[in-house]
């Protein structure tokens, strides 16, 4: 939502949505500095919590060295290095997102360091297949995460297509899809895959960032596949009840669902 104006949040709330998680995310260009991290990780943590309560959505976020930006080795060290004062805000339910982006060594060796400052603590992770070369990711997230062991409950393995979804299914973790206008998956698509691989442990994102996107994804997807055929239970397991259960591993995780918008009145002078 870092990405997103006030009228999404409006949009998102006559549309039903009542909470939201937001992963750490990229700025538009590669970040210099670590304060630039840490500054950013405040801001989702705690001003973007403010704006979207005015709005009647619980935010929350997940912090982390996102791939795209991990492979000045010595910068992600410095970040990493000072991301445990963030993992412990009370905002926090996840580690994420981690993972690859261009498949490169610097971003296995942040992946990895990420991922075992998570096991250390028990917490959520949210792990990002690349978007080039996505089944070659898949499978070394696949490999990495047998070295490591990490509780499976703990894990989302996320951006998964038809490709990546039976090498991620494997992992037994959550298995995440994200839904865009115009690239990664539509609501067909997500039907699709539903209907080969099943609701368990699977989860359907919503889209927010610089490019064409849509906060309202997730809405699409539920009249979709309502009128795909698919029953009102698989629906809400994979655009609710899947991730509120992922996230409950957290025990920060205490979404208000029942929040009232502010009248906008009140900031007019």
């Not at 000045?72 to 805000?89: Q, S």
């Not at 299914?169 to 539903?194: D, F, H, N, Q, W």
């Amino acid at each position: 939502m870092y990405s997103r104006t006030t009228d999404d949040y409006q949009a998102m709330y006559a549309a039903g949505i009542r909470a939201c998680v937001e992963p750490s995310f990229w700025l538009g260009q590669n970040r210099r500095y670590a304060g630039t991290f840490f500054d950013y990780f405040a801001l989702i943590l705690d001003f973007e919590t403010v704006r979207a309560r005015r709005f009647g959505i619980d935010h929350f976020a997940a912090v982390a060295l996102n791939p795209k930006e991990a492979d000045d080795r010595g910068l992600a060290d410095e970040v990493i290095d000072g991301m445990p004062a963030y993992l412990t805000h009370e905002r926090c339910v996840a580690l994420g997102e981690i993972g690859f982006n261009n498949n490169t060594p610097n971003e296995e060796y942040a992946f990895v360091r990420q991922l075992a400052m998570a096991i250390e603590r028990d917490m959520p992770v949210i792990i990002h297949t690349p978007h080039v070369d996505k089944l070659k990711g898949a499978e070394r997230i696949s490999a990495i995460l047998r070295e490591l062991n990490p509780n499976p409950d703990r894990i989302e393995i996320d951006h998964n297509t038809e490709e990546t979804m039976a090498i991620s299914r494997e992992t037994g973790c959550y298995c995440g899809m994200t839904v865009y206008p115009i690239s990664k998956l539509t609501p067909a698509r997500v039907s699709g895959i539903i209907r080969e691989f099943g609701s368990e442990r699977m989860v359907v994102n919503g889209s927010a960032d610089w490019g064409i996107s849509d906060p309202l994804s997730l809405v699409k997807v539920v009249e979709f596949m309502a009128a795909d055929g698919h029953d009102d239970a698989t629906i809400r397991r994979i655009v609710c009840d899947n991730a509120m259960t992922f996230y409950a591993g957290s025990p920060n995780w205490k979404p208000e669902l029942d929040l009232a918008p502010v009248d906008p009145n009140m900031f007019q002078r």
